[in-house]
């Protein structure tokens, strides 16, 4: 009985959060929302149901112009059609090696509507990731953009391919192409398609920074998982949103879901860049900012004189996730942009496990947050038993509206009491909010004592001198494990090994100094900014 009450509890404030939100305009509406998207999937049924409701109003802006709801869903139509009259449908693989643009979208969708599974590769992967990925996955379709042709011809030539997008820099279609994806579209009636007996699902991909990526299916999702994403961030129906996150990667594909979800324009750019991100969020106006924290350390990095050029006044959202912030970031974006910073800690596997929104930052900046409805978050000793003292560090595990069953190679995550593994190790204060702690794998025992790399790398990262840093514990022939610092100064500082040794020294203890301090001129990161530690201690990095 306690269960059930607790289940209506979150139902009901689930649906007041989409109701704020405008997600849910009355019955009629909600049950046509659901209908569109039990019968096409998440992304085809959210296009349909706004091409519905909101025709005319400008879906997605890239560098190809802007893009209606009633445009978008006749492209996906098309496409959909096109690749039925192939032969394509449920039981195929659609591979996506995309960067952010309307054909990306496109195929998402598209590929609902037929019941096939997309495949989000990462646009920073090496010819053997992706040909592992591919062959594992079992990919029947590949649709990639022209720049990559030099990588995919590593996939199976029996794969059937399409071009989305010509040339590197091109703001053109290839269309005098036969794989051409644009001309599929145009040569292919956008007559309204039946459903699938059952709608095509996704897969994301791990980050694979220690090896070939796993694929983690997403499963079916619950029609409240948007009030999760909006219990914590008020995101509002008719905005406009600059996306900069990479779609394939688990932060902009659900920003993007939920943009279209509320009738959202989409700003969309192929590549970032610091400067046309700012361009971009004053000339439309934009009042969503999305960006995962290397990009938001890219923008803060920009001379003032350029930050100061555009008006950003109009972002009521500045959304960051997809790797760990370090608190001198958060302070400085809560200083550029003001109280309108929030961060969302979460995983492929498991999408949100909390969100820090900026009265939660402005309390502490070290702080995940507090999980939203429909999310549980619990942490666990080595033995499995549930920690609830505050200040006591344990496994993180989560649960919530998404569902995994597990990664495609049929390997899965720890589960205690219903809920998933985090991997990462994290504690609660006095006031129920989440700090994580660092991963559970990455604790070093110095000379018999615990340390956390991710606690050196935040204070490290603090100082005046430092623009980033990772810390990573290695072999030690005495004392078991050290630390060590790989830092990337500030341009034209001149500060030194010692010089970090003694910072941290001031303010940790002695066992927490860093063995060795290595300067480089950049961190090696993965697409999505996480940082290739393996790279770092192979000294492949210089």
Same mark, same amino acid.
């Given at each position: 009985?306690?269960?059930?009450?607790?289940?209506?509890?979150?139902?009901?404030?689930?649906?007041?959060?989409?109701?704020?939100?405008?997600?849910?305009?009355?019955?009629?509406?909600?049950?046509?929302?659901?209908?569109?998207?039990?019968?096409?999937?998440?992304?085809?049924?959210?296009?349909?149901?706004?091409?519905?409701?909101?025709?005319?109003?400008?879906?997605?802006?890239?560098?190809?112009?802007?893009?209606?709801?009633?445009?978008?869903?006749?492209?996906?139509?098309?496409?959909?059609?096109?690749?039925?009259? =192939?032969?394509?449908?449920?039981?195929?693989? *659609?591979? !996506? &090696?995309?960067? $952010?643009?309307?054909?990306?979208?496109? #195929?998402? +969708?598209?590929?609902?509507?037929?019941?096939?599974?997309?495949?989000?590769?990462?646009?920073?992967?090496?010819?053997?990731?992706? =040909?592992?990925?591919?062959?594992?996955?079992? *990919?029947? !379709? &590949?649709?990639? $953009?022209?720049?990559?042709?030099?990588? #995919?011809? +590593?996939?199976?030539?029996?794969?059937?391919?399409?071009?989305?997008?010509?040339?590197?820099?091109?703001?053109?279609?290839?269309?005098?192409?036969?794989?051409?994806?644009?001309?599929?579209?145009?040569?292919?009636?956008?007559?309204?398609?039946?459903?699938?007996?059952?709608?095509?699902?996704?897969?994301?991909?791990?980050?694979?920074?220690?090896?070939?990526?796993?694929?983690?299916?997403?499963?079916?999702?619950?029609?409240?998982?948007?009030?999760?994403?909006?219990?914590?961030?008020?995101?509002?129906?008719?905005?406009?949103?600059?996306?900069?996150?990479?779609?394939?990667?688990?932060?902009?594909?659900?920003?993007?879901?939920?943009?279209?979800?509320?009738?959202?324009?989409?700003?969309?750019?192929?590549?970032?860049?610091?400067?046309?991100?700012?361009?971009?969020?004053?000339?439309?106006?934009?009042?969503?900012?999305?960006?995962?924290?290397?990009?938001?350390?890219?923008?803060?990095?920009?001379?003032?004189?350029?930050?100061?050029?555009?008006?950003?006044?109009?972002?009521?959202?500045?959304?960051?996730?997809?790797?760990?912030?370090?608190?001198?970031?958060?302070?400085?974006?809560?200083?550029?942009?003001?109280?309108?910073?929030?961060?969302?800690?979460?995983?492929?596997?498991?999408?949100?496990?909390?969100?820090?929104?900026?009265?939660?930052?402005?309390?502490?900046?070290?702080?995940?947050?507090?999980?939203?409805?429909?999310?549980?978050?619990?942490?666990?000793?080595?033995?499995?038993?549930?920690?609830?003292?505050?200040?006591?560090?344990?496994?993180?595990?989560?649960?919530?509206?998404?569902?995994?069953?597990?990664?495609?190679?049929?390997?899965?995550?720890?589960?205690?009491?219903?809920?998933?593994?985090?991997?990462?190790?994290?504690?609660?204060?006095?006031?129920?909010?989440?700090?994580?702690?660092?991963?559970?794998?990455?604790?070093?025992?110095?000379?018999?004592?615990?340390?956390?790399?991710?606690?050196?790398?935040?204070?490290?990262?603090?100082?005046?001198?430092?623009?980033?840093?990772?810390?990573?514990?290695?072999?030690?022939?005495?004392?078991?494990?050290?630390?060590?610092?790989?830092?990337?100064?500030?341009?034209?500082?001149?500060?030194?090994?010692?010089?970090?040794?003694?910072?941290?020294?001031?303010?940790?203890?002695?066992?927490?100094?860093?063995?060795?301090?290595?300067?480089?001129?950049?961190?090696?990161?993965?697409?999505?900014?996480?940082?290739?530690?393996?790279?770092?201690?192979?000294?492949?990095?210089?």
């Amino acid at each position: 009985m306690a269960a059930t009450a607790d289940r209506l509890k979150v139902t009901a404030r689930s649906l007041k959060v989409l109701r704020e939100a405008g997600l849910s305009g009355g019955l009629a509406d909600g049950v046509r929302s659901a209908k569109m998207v039990k019968t096409y999937g998440p992304f085809a049924g959210i296009i349909e149901t706004a091409a519905l409701r909101d025709a005319d109003a400008v879906a997605i802006t890239d560098e190809m112009g802007d893009l209606t709801f009633a445009e978008l869903n006749a492209r996906v139509n098309a496409l959909a059609r096109g690749w039925t009259e =192939a032969g394509f449908g449920r039981g195929d693989v *659609v591979a !996506v &090696l995309c960067r $952010d643009h309307r054909g990306l979208i496109t #195929v998402l +969708a598209a590929a609902g509507k037929i019941g096939a599974q997309t495949l989000l590769m990462n646009t920073g992967f090496a010819k053997p990731q992706l =040909a592992d990925v591919a062959h594992r996955e079992k *990919v029947s !379709v &590949l649709v990639y $953009d022209e720049e990559f042709s030099g990588l #995919v011809d +590593a996939i199976d030539p029996r794969v059937r391919r399409y071009v989305a997008w010509g040339g590197a820099d091109s703001a053109a279609h290839p269309d005098d192409a036969d794989s051409s994806l644009e001309r599929l579209i145009r040569s292919t009636s956008s007559a309204p398609v039946s459903g699938p007996p059952q709608p095509g699902g996704l897969t994301l991909l791990t980050s694979g920074t220690t090896g070939t990526p796993k694929g983690a299916p997403r499963g079916k999702t619950s029609p409240l998982f948007s009030a999760q994403l909006l219990d914590r961030v008020p995101r509002r129906r008719g905005e406009t949103c600059m996306l900069a996150a990479p779609i394939f990667h688990g932060t902009g594909l659900g920003q993007a879901v939920l943009s279209l979800a509320l009738g959202n324009r989409l700003v969309l750019r192929r590549k970032f860049d610091a400067e046309e991100t700012l361009r971009a969020v004053a000339n439309y106006r934009c009042s969503v900012l999305v960006v995962v924290p290397t990009m938001l350390q890219r923008i803060l990095a920009l001379r003032e004189e350029i930050r100061t050029r555009y008006d950003t006044s109009s972002l009521r959202i500045v959304f960051v996730s997809g790797s760990a912030m370090a608190p001198d970031l958060v302070t400085r974006a809560l200083d550029e942009f003001g109280p309108v910073l929030y961060n969302l800690y979460g995983s492929t596997e498991l999408a949100v496990m909390t969100v820090a929104m900026p009265e939660d930052l402005l309390h502490d900046p070290r702080t995940a947050g507090r999980p939203p409805v429909g999310c549980s978050v619990r942490l666990y000793d080595t033995d499995g038993n549930q920690i609830t003292a505050p200040n006591t560090i344990g496994r993180i595990f989560a649960g919530s509206n998404i569902s995994f069953s597990g990664y495609t190679d049929g390997r899965g995550k720890e589960v205690i009491d219903g809920l998933l593994s985090a991997g990462d190790v994290g504690h609660f204060d006095e006031t129920g909010r989440l700090y994580v702690d660092g991963r559970d794998d990455d604790m070093v025992i110095c000379g018999g004592e615990n340390v956390y790399p991710l606690e050196v790398e935040n204070l490290i990262c603090g100082h005046p001198d430092v623009d980033e840093v990772a810390v990573i514990g290695v072999d030690d022939p005495d004392f078991g494990q050290r630390l060590n610092a790989y830092v990337v100064p500030v341009e034209g500082s001149a500060i030194s090994p010692e010089d970090i040794k003694d910072y941290v020294r001031a303010n940790l203890a002695r066992y927490k100094v860093p063995r060795d301090v290595e300067f480089l001129d950049a961190l090696p990161r993965n697409a999505t900014g996480k940082v290739l530690r393996a790279q770092l201690i192979g000294g492949a990095v210089k």
